[in-house]
Each structure stands twice: as C-alpha cells, then as structure tokens.
C-alpha cells in the first residue's frame, strides 16, 4: 500500500423526522427512558456531518446501521438527504441496516399521544440505500442485506447484516456464514485484507454483557469461533452504544477483535476515525460529537448535555427503587415477577439517595480515603454504569473507589456465596467479588484509542 486509508467509522445515528412530533408529554415520557437524544438528532447530524465533509484527509464513512429512530418512513428520506450531502462533498458512504430501520408499527409524538406514521418495510431498506454499498459491491449475498465492497486495491470491507429472524435470534446463520466465508478465503487468495461490519456486537464489550441476551450477537461464541478460524480477525459492531475493544481467541488459536462504537446521538457520543498505516498497523482513533445548535441545552456544551441526558436516565430508576417500586418493576419483567424483591430494592434504594461512601464505611467497618468519603451512593452508581458505556473504566487497583469496592465486596462475602450458589451452575464468592470489580476498572485502556497489529500487516506492505 503506497499511502495510510482511513474511514470515519459512525453508527447508530438514530435520525429521528421532527415533523412526526417531537414534543409533549408522551415523548417526554419516552424521551427520559432513552440513552440517545431523539428531537435532536437532525441538529446533531447535520453538525458532525459538516465537519465530517470539511474534512480532506478521510474520504470514506462507513454506518453499522440502525439509520433511524423505529422504521419511520419520513425519517429514513431525512437520512438520505443528509447522505447525499456527504456524497456531494465527495465522501464514499457505505451502510448497513438494522433492527431500528425497519417497523410494522412506526409512531410520531403528539401531546398525551404516540400516533402511528408510515413505517417501512425491510424489503425496502436495500432499494432506499442501494447507493451506499450495493451498486457498487463485488459480491452480494442471496438475501440482499449482506455484501463486499472494495476500499482500495488491498483493502476489503464484509458488510455483514445480522437481522436474523427478525424476532429472537439476532446472528449469522450457517449459510450465510458459509458465504462469508468464501469471501474471505476470495480475499486473501486476491492478496486482499477483509475486515466486517454487523450491527450487533459480535463479542460482548464488558463481562456484564455477556449477561444481557441483547448486548450481542445469538450464538457469539461459535460464531467468534468460525470467523476467527475463516481468517477473519477485525470486525466494527454498534448497537449497544459503547465504546469497546473486545478480543476473542478461538480453540484453534485465531484471534478476533471486535472494536464497538458508541452512538452519535447519544452518550458516549462517539464515531472513530480507523486509520490503515503504511506498515499495516491499524489506528483506531474517538472522536468525540461536537457542539450543535439546540434550543433546550442550556448552558450545557454538547458533552455535558448527553452525560446529563445518560445520567438522568439511571437517576430515575434508582430514585423509583426508593419511591416508584411499580415503575421499576415493570422495567425488569413487571410488579408480579419482582414483587418478592420489593423490600430490598426500596432498602437499597433509599439507601443510595442519601447515604455517602462515609456512611457506607461506618456501617460496615472500613476505612474510607477521605477523597472520596462525601460523594453520594448515587452518584457513584450513576457513574459505575455510565463509565461501562464509555469505556476505559478507571477504578483500577490502586484508586480510592477501587479500594471502596473492594473492602465492601470483602464485607459481602457471605452474601456474595448465597447469590453463587443460585446461578446456575454455582459460582464462588471470589469470583463475584472479581466480575464487579473488572465492571469498574479497565487496565488495558484501549476501548478508545489503540493501535493493532493484524494481519493486514502481511497483505499491505506486500
């Protein structure tokens, strides 16, 4: 390769089409309950993509999907605009779409009301974006949703879409697992480097993730396994509006890494710039959303205004542990399935609004740095789970909240061994006490910036 390629990775942009409604009651309610900005996308999107066109160096934008908020027709038409004008500013922009682009009930916000819009069918989406990776693939997959393109003379992108059923089972299936492997193995015979690109999270970006059934692709690991082994070892994911850098390993020893991105709209707002070296090393740089016009963000600069939203959001599900146990019940399954629980949630979270970490080491009796003693419960909760999303968590050993941790997990030990012996399997309380401090500090601190070596070594400086 003569010279460095680099694309702007971008994803989960959400647009949202404000002539649907985007005011009132109802979508406030819906607004409080949801990590990404939604009126304002289009004052987000237009901003980043300004500077995104003004930009000389990096020609190509590569989306992972989920182009708009539910499916709404009038949204996506929103999308395609704002896509030519980065194609008029002579970007090459290359998609795929998601579970969020395509709806058999799409909804606009009117005063108390959500009210149905014209949704749109997944059948469509290839023929709304048929300009933006379809055109001018090399190979498309029999479906229609998946295909190659071709960066530069040595670089290959597999656009891998993971829609699955459309219903419970969000992957690969062996067919077009099977097809992806060809092109692949087509690839590397052309003396080409092939990364991917799917919408889900391929590898889970935290250990709690591997918890939550929707934080990644069905049957990961298998799948982890057989790209691994196919010869594929870099793909780009979205979805869980994160920034991570995740590595799998597989049983014959191949190594893939899944490098997921937060959304644009929405904290962590973040988009990457992926930057291919002369000597074929990968440099994986943030960029943080920049500033945009808004009416409501008050004083806020545009990073404050998505923690503020991002906070506000688990802030009202702990204050409903306290005061609201209905509305956080119907949040984790409904009143009937979490009633049992109802004592210890309102304990907790009465004890989250008002205790600090001062309290909390008298109570159990453990010494707490005075750095820290007087910040709320709450707020360091709130910030446990924000910094997950953001990445490069950092109560290492060796902080004053890592210190907290684990004293308290210490004084929990007895209870830590009643909850593993309820999971499934059985499980000690060491290693409960070791998976909630690895959700607090991140010692290898590259799920924002990074540089990999991969194969693309052996093909780009051929």
Not at 108 to 130: I, K, W
Not at 242 to 255: C, D, F, I, R, W
Not at 432 to 446: A, Q, W
Request: with cysteine; hydrophobic share 40%.
């Amino acid at each position: 390769m003569s010279q460095p390629f680099s694309f702007f990775l971008v994803t989960d942009i959400h647009y949202f089409e404000p002539a649907l409604g985007a005011e009132g009651p109802a979508y406030e309610r819906r607004s409080r309950v949801d990590q990404k900005c939604i009126a304002e996308t289009g004052a987000i999107i237009d901003a980043e993509f300004a500077r995104i066109a003004a930009d000389t160096e990096t020609n190509t934008v590569i989306i992972p999907g989920d182009l708009v908020f539910d499916g709404e027709k009038a949204s996506h038409l929103g999308v395609l605009k704002r896509l030519q004008y980065l194609k008029d500013h002579g970007k090459r922009v290359l998609l795929i779409t998601a579970r969020h682009d395509y709806n058999d009930y799409s909804r606009g916000f009117v005063g108390e009301e959500q009210v149905e819009v014209e949704h749109t069918n997944r059948e469509e989406l290839p023929g709304l974006y048929h300009a933006y990776g379809w055109d001018d693939a090399i190979n498309v997959y029999r479906d229609g949703f998946s295909y190659v393109s071709q960066l530069t003379d040595k670089i290959r992108m597999l656009a891998l879409n993971c829609d699955g059923d459309t219903k419970d089972f969000k992957g690969l299936y062996p067919e077009q697992l099977a097809w992806a492997k060809e092109q692949i193995k087509k690839a590397h015979d052309d003396g080409c480097y092939i990364f991917a690109i799917t919408h889900y999270p391929l590898l889970p970006g935290s250990n709690i993730m591997k918890l939550i059934g929707d934080a990644k692709l069905t049957d990961w690991e298998q799948t982890a396994d057989f790209l691994a082994d196919a010869g594929l070892d870099l793909i780009f994911t979205g979805h869980m509006h994160m920034q991570s850098l995740t590595e799998h390993v597989s049983p014959g020893g191949n190594k893939i890494t899944d490098i997921c991105t937060g959304s644009l709209v929405g904290c962590p707002a973040y988009y990457r710039r992926v930057t291919f070296m002369e000597d074929g090393r990968i440099d994986i740089q943030s960029i943080p959303t920049g500033e945009f016009a808004w009416k409501d963000k008050g004083d806020r600069t545009a990073a404050e205004y998505f923690q503020w939203r991002f906070d506000r959001m688990i802030t009202d599900l702990v204050d409903a542990m306290a005061d609201d146990f209905e509305f956080f019940a119907n949040k984790f399954g409904g009143v009937e399935k979490m009633k049992k629980f109802k004592a210890p949630i309102t304990f907790v979270g009465k004890g989250l609004k008002k205790w600090n970490i001062g309290t909390l080491g008298r109570l159990l009796c453990f010494k707490v740095d005075p750095s820290v003693k007087d910040r709320l419960l709450k707020d360091v909760g709130v910030e446990f789970v924000r910094n997950i999303f953001i990445g490069d968590e950092p109560y290492v050993k060796g902080t004053p909240i890592y210190d907290v941790m684990d004293k308290l997990l210490n004084r929990l030990k007895p209870v830590l061994a009643i909850a593993g012996k309820k999971i499934k399997g059985g499980v000690s309380a060491d290693y409960l006490k070791d998976f909630v401090l690895s959700l607090i500090g991140d010692e290898n601190r590259r799920d924002h910036t990074a540089v990999l070596e991969t194969s693309a070594m052996q093909y780009l400086t051929k």
